[in-house]
């Protein structure tokens, strides 16, 4: 067995996608969420799917990283049928972070990291020189070492999802699925968390990742894909994405779109109501 | 494979060694080093193993500890040997048998449900076995007699507690198993195979009562070899099954989703050992009758002394083997009258289980 290096295998961006769906139809029960959705994740970079509330974004992350079954269509990983797979083989090749984990009470930062070596271990081998060696650099990456004898439940929000990430990192994959990852975080705490996911992204990994704040999703993924009632509205560079129109029609929000000042991407002003009077009545304060 | 150009930054901030779990390998084998939680497990097993030797020495005719040892470690004087050997024996072992499956179920359900209350007495296996066991009891003629003749009391209790703790399950089960719901569905099952068991009692034949009600208490008298090997023996096999399945449970702790990212097929590992712990409370039940409290209290007990954050089993079972005999042995001596151990475990496991619900109350 090759033991992968926690920085990932250095795969470039060779334009190959090593994730995609194809005409995938998913659901609970009888209501089917997504309806043959297709999508290709591009390698290397940061994909973030955003979208309204219900409309299926993390129904499509968790389709991807086989957490759910389509009913139609299939998932492709590496050219194999993620359903084929072993889901022992599947936490090999890609890491997932669902929303708001928990982890019991009392258990410390360096467990709950090392627990990510999980796929790579057997009932004899449980913890090999290997493993040592990958959590130490997980958490040395996300920088959380200095927190490693404490646990879990007595961290701030944004340690505690650095060290989420840790274990996820910690699984040695370089495709990391992450399910909104700034989840009750404050902004600062948010930016924070999204900087480390730019990191992971520097040092050659593929992210795909669900996120409510527009202008961070903007701010960090090179691919957005934009959802509606289970359909994909949009995708590509933010820059080529976001317009005031597909706001409208993807959310119903009324904004207006900018130049970001301190960056390349575009910046989304939202419009409320009485705010939108005062666009009406004097729009030069707002052109 | 390492893309080492980009290991270069990582590299520089790895210098501050992280305080992992040192590990122990030899080979291909190899295990994460935990002295606190081995010592505290040695402890246990020495302790326990005292204990055994102990309640063994206790009796009209008293052995002390030293001779007990020496002839349960295989050697001994003849009069010894008879006394301890086919006399004493039987009883001890099925209380440290009933106690470290009792200790292992209730670590297996509290962690499958992510939550302390649920153990096997909680969650209705030990009162639906003791409900059969009382129906085939009480309830006089053809069917039910014939029951108890062919496969025993204890067998009948078993399926009895099998039977609840597969109903629960299933009744529990909503896309997937929520702890809460897993919980709420026991008690109420629970509840209902009490009341079955207080109508049979009360409308059963006074003689009948008298035999069912002795058996619902909890008690390690009058133990035969022929029942202790069945216990030892079924027990032996369900933990091996425990001990092999129990690696891939780890990630359960974090809950489903974050198991199934770490390759763990959390619905079949998850069954497999609810199963386990159905049938290592049903072992005990039969062997013993429905002992209370220990299969809750144990793993909470050993958690504290581990200073793990979820129950381990091994120092669960230990723990409760420790319970249970320790209790028989007050049970039998420092009591004016000799009380069935369930009253003592039932003492005991009470005022424990109101200081976990003020603790959990409190925070």
């Known amino acids: 067995m090759v033991v992968q290096s926690i920085t990932g295998t250095g795969t470039g961006v060779d334009g190959a996608s090593r994730l995609a769906a194809r005409g995938v139809t998913v659901g609970y029960g009888a209501r089917s969420v997504i309806d043959g959705l297709d999508v290709s994740i591009p390698p290397g970079v940061i994909t973030t799917v955003i979208g309204p509330n219900g409309c299926g974004k993390s129904t499509l992350l968790r389709t991807l990283s086989r957490l759910l079954k389509p009913t139609g269509g299939s998932v492709v990983l590496d050219g194999e049928d993620i359903a084929a797979l072993k889901t022992r083989d599947v936490a090999r090749k890609l890491g997932l972070l669902p929303q708001a984990p928990v982890a019991p009470e009392g258990l410390t930062v360096s467990d709950l990291v090392a627990r990510g070596r999980h796929p790579h271990q057997s009932w004899l081998r449980q913890w090999s020189s290997d493993d040592a060696e990958v959590v130490e650099r997980a958490l040395a990456m996300t920088g959380v070492s200095d927190l490693a004898d404490r646990p879990v439940d007595s961290l701030s929000g944004g340690q505690r999802q650095r060290v989420w990430i840790s274990m996820t990192l910690a699984q040695g994959t370089d495709l990391l699925l992450l399910d909104e990852p700034t989840t009750y975080l404050d902004l600062a705490h948010a930016v924070d968390v999204l900087d480390l996911v730019d990191d992971l992204h520097e040092s050659g990994r593929t992210v795909v990742m669900v996120l409510h704040d527009l202008n961070l999703a903007t701010r960090y993924s090179d691919n957005l894909v934009v959802m509606r009632e289970g359909a994909i509205l949009a995708q590509g560079h933010p820059r080529d994405v976001i317009t005031a129109d597909l706001l409208h029609e993807a959310f119903g929000l009324r904004a207006k779109v900018i130049d970001d000042p301190v960056g390349d991407r575009p910046l989304i002003v939202p419009i409320g109501r009485t705010h939108a009077e005062l666009h009406q009545s004097t729009p030069e304060l707002l052109k | ?288 009758g429905p002992v209370p409290f220990v299969a809750l209290v144990a793993p909470q007990v050993a958690m504290r002394l581990a200073r793990c954050p979820t129950p381990p089993l091994v120092a669960s079972g230990l723990v409760g083997a420790l319970l249970l005999t320790g209790s028989d042995l007050v049970a039998r001596t420092a009591l004016p009258v000799t009380l069935p151990v369930g009253v003592v475990t039932a003492a005991i496991g009470g005022p424990f289980l109101v200081y976990l619900l003020v603790r959990a109350n409190r925070r």
């Open chain 2, 1 to 288: 494979m390492r893309a080492d150009g980009a290991d270069a930054a990582v590299d520089a901030k790895a210098e501050v060694r992280a305080s992992v779990a040192p590990g122990v390998r030899f080979g291909g084998v190899s295990f994460v080093w935990r002295p606190w939680i081995a010592g505290v497990t040695l402890l246990l097993a020495v302790a326990g193993f005292l204990v055994f030797c102990l309640s063994i020495g206790v009796g009209d005719f008293p052995i002390a500890l030293p001779r007990v040892v020496a002839t349960v470690l295989g050697g001994g004087e003849q009069v010894d040997r008879f006394v301890i050997m086919d006399l004493r024996m039987p009883r001890a072992l099925a209380g440290l048998v009933v106690g470290v499956a009792l200790g292992v179920s209730g670590a297996l359900t509290q962690s499958i449900a992510r939550n302390p209350l649920a153990s096997p007495d909680v969650l209705g296996i030990t009162s639906g076995a003791g409900a059969v066991a009382v129906f085939l009891v009480t309830v006089s003629g053809g069917a039910a007699t014939a029951v108890v003749d062919s496969v025993g009391l204890s067998a009948a209790a078993l399926a009895g507690g099998l039977g609840t703790g597969l109903l629960v399950y299933f009744m529990a089960w909503r896309r997937g198993i929520d702890g809460f719901r897993l919980i709420l569905i026991g008690i109420s099952v629970n509840a209902v195979m009490q009341a079955l068991t207080t109508w049979l009692l009360v409308t059963a034949d006074i003689r009948d009562v008298a035999r069912a009600q002795a058996w619902l208490v909890g008690s390690l008298d009058n133990r035969s070899w022929e029942e202790v090997h069945v216990a030892l023996w079924s027990t032996l096999a369900l933990l091996v099954v425990v001990a092999c399945v129990a690696f891939q449970f780890k990630p359960l702790h974090f809950g489903d989703e974050v198991a199934a990212g770490l390759g763990v097929r959390f619905g079949a590992v998850r069954a497999a050992l609810l199963l386990c712990a159905v049938l290592l409370a049903g072992v005990a039940v039969s062997a013993a």
